[in-house]
Structure formats: C-alpha cells, structure tokens
C-alpha cells in the first residue's frame, strides 16, 4: 500500500531516508539539480557511470552520505500519470518505509498515477509480496492529494470488483456491493428475478434462465441537492460468461469473470462522485446475471420480447450482453434519462480493431460522443470514435422477429452498437471497453487484471455537465 502526504519543503531540505531524483535524456530535473550541487555532482556521475539514458522507468539505487537516492527515468514525453504509477511500483519493491518526492509535470495526473499503479489485489494470497509505504510530496497541494485519493478509491473498487473470482462475485453478490454505496448517501434498489419478471424484461431474463444463481437489477441514484445536470449510465453485468450454447472456448472464458467491468466502472464512479461531492444527478442501471448452459438456457431460434416491446431471434447465445442491455437501456429511458452513457465489454470485434488499449465509442448524437471523447482524454483514458454505419442495420434483420441479437462476421462492432440504439431515443453513447477494461499483463498503472477503465471518464464528463 502506498500513502501519501505533503511538504513544503523541497527534495533537497526534506527529512526521508529515500529521496526520489528525476533524471531525462537532458540530465538531472528540478530538485534533483539542487541536491546533486550539494553533493558536489554525485548524482550526475552515477547516472553517466551507469550509463543510463533517461528513459522512462529506468532507475538507480544510490548510497548518499545520509541515506539513499532513487534516480529515476523520466522519458522524452513527459507523461506524468504513467510516470506516477511506475514510480510507485518501484517504490514499492524497494523495502523503504519512507520517501520524498516531488511531483513530475502537472502535479494532479502523477498523483493518481502513483495512487493507480500502487494498486494490488492480493486478497486471496496468503503472504504479501511488498511493504507499505508513505511518499511525501513537495509543495503539491492538499486538495491534488484528496481528490486523486477519492478518484483512485473508485478505480480501485471498480478493479476489485472484476478481479474476484467467479464462484464469489455472483450477480447476488454483486448486488450487495452495490448497497454499500449507501453509506455514502447515494439510494439503491435492487430488484429479484420476480420484479424483473413483472416488469417485462424478457431479453434479460433469457440470458439469466440458464444459471441456477437468480439475476438482480440494481437501479442506482445520486441525488445532490441543487444538482445541475443529469446523467444515466448503464453497464454490463455479466458476472461469468461462458457463452451458453455459443460455447466459447477455454482461453476465452478465462477472462470472462471480467465481463462485468462495465457495471463496476459504474458503481465506482457512483463511491467517487459521492466522495467528491459532484454536483451532478447520477442513475445508474446494471442487470445482474450469469450466462451458462444447463437445460434451462436460452438457446438460438428463441424468440425473445423485451423490455421496450421489440422482439429478438436469437442466433448466438454468446451475443448476450446486448440482450441484457437492450433491456436496461430501455428501463433507463422509462425513468426519464436525458441522455445515456453505457460501458460493455460488449464485442471481441471492438478489440481486433483497436487493440487492449483502446475503448471503441459510438454515439448516436455528435455533440454528446465528442463530449464523452473529451472527457476520456482528460482522464487519461483512451477511446476512439467508430462509426454507426446506418446501412449495416440490416444485418440484423430477422423473418421472424423485430431484430436478430448478432449480424455477420464482418464489423461486428458496429452491428452490436447500432443494436443497442435501437432501444432508446434520448442520445446515446456506447463505450465498448472489451479491450482495455482487463489487462493481460502488468502495465504503467497497475498489475494483470481489471483495470477499472470508465470510471476516470465517467467523472470527468460529469463534472463538465
């Protein structure tokens, strides 16, 4: 774990067994500079001895005549949040207890690194691999520290949540998580499969039928007084999913606790919005259910009657999360939303196109999709605008019903997107988060596994509103 704390004093003059010196393809940076002076250029000879070129996360251990030095690689871009996390990372498998450092660019950007890339999820691990750690920061002030701490403590949650493993993160189970949002004064309700049958919702029941663990729809609401806007979010909340008779195979279903990352995007932007005081009304839709085979599942030819009304063929059970989507965003709309913003991991086409790292955007309105676009820039999260190609709606035509749930092999991206707007008229984005909403691999900010992708975004469009 890593906490931090503040300082007016800079690296030079502060009290810390381990003091952090930034160094680029330039040389020394800002305090480092001062501290290498007053050791007569210790600093910069162990960096050219070591022949060291800046890099970023490159790093060296120094012995000074009182306590140790930490030089570490800046790069040549100077991005300050990728910067913070791996800094925290090495900081960590240090064994220090304590250290100063000053803040690299914008002080805000690599204070939520250092908070995102300090993350671990070793709850289930019988021993802890690393110390705990203070970082105190040079002249950054209290209110960087107490926003990027409540931002992180969202991310942080949203990543838990998709980490647990299957057999305990059950759409029950999920829907508990979600009651504790209550303490921070935000209203939850949950419905059981009983109100979800009264209700109509019969795409989401479907998916739900073929597991013995019952599905919840959790319906979320953040009212502030004196609220200036609204915004509804809807994420997907398959907590496994096998594929159903669409069987997918081993490899692909190992990662498929995760198919969930929608929704715990947006409960931790809802615990972070609360701690930041937004003033802004949030509502939050998330169906809660597992998707597997067993005599009672949903099989292709169903024909299914949602929420709005539209019917669906069913040709490809693991096209399922759109059918429990259709139904909440359809619910949405019922509850009066101005305008939607919904996080899937919806479409394996969405990361063949654009990669682990990309979230695919569609918008059915210009102005709102350039918003949302903007707002993930700010946050540091990266999407990408694809096209809601009108003349591909026919591959979702059915003869028997309304719509099918899949096209053809080709742009399947775009065919699942221009499903989902079929079951609203209020503007809609449509974040596929397939690809970056779980790492493969450990990375700048934080280890193998959720990355909590959608909440940085979901705030900062929020806080624009």
Known sequence: MLALQRTEAGVLEAKAPLKVVFFGPEGLLGGGKALDEALGGRLRRAVEEAGLKGEAGESLLLALPEGYALLFGTGREGDGRALGGRLAQALLKTGFRE????????AYPFVEGLLLGSYRFDRYKGKKEEKDLTLTLSGVEEGVLERARKVAQGVAWARDLVNEPPNALTPRALAEAALGLRAYGVEVEVLDEEAIRALGMGAFLAVAQGSDEPPRFIVLRYRPEGARARLDLVGKGITFDSGGYSLKPTESMATMKGDMAGAAAVLGAFLSAAELGLPVELR??????????SGHAYKLGDVLKTLSGKTVEVMNTDAEGRLTLADALAYAEREGAERILELSTLTGAATVALGEEVAALFATEEAFGERVQKAAERAGEKVWPLPLEGSYREKLKSPVADLKNVGDRYGGAIVAALFLAEFV???????DIAGPAFARKAHALGPEGGTGFGVRTILELAQAL
């Open 284 to 293: 939050g839709y998330i169906a809660a259910c597992e998707n597997l085979v």
């Open 425 to 431: 008229r209020v503007p809609l984005v449509h974040l």
């Open 99 to 106: 250290a100063v450092a000053e803040p690299y660019g914008e």
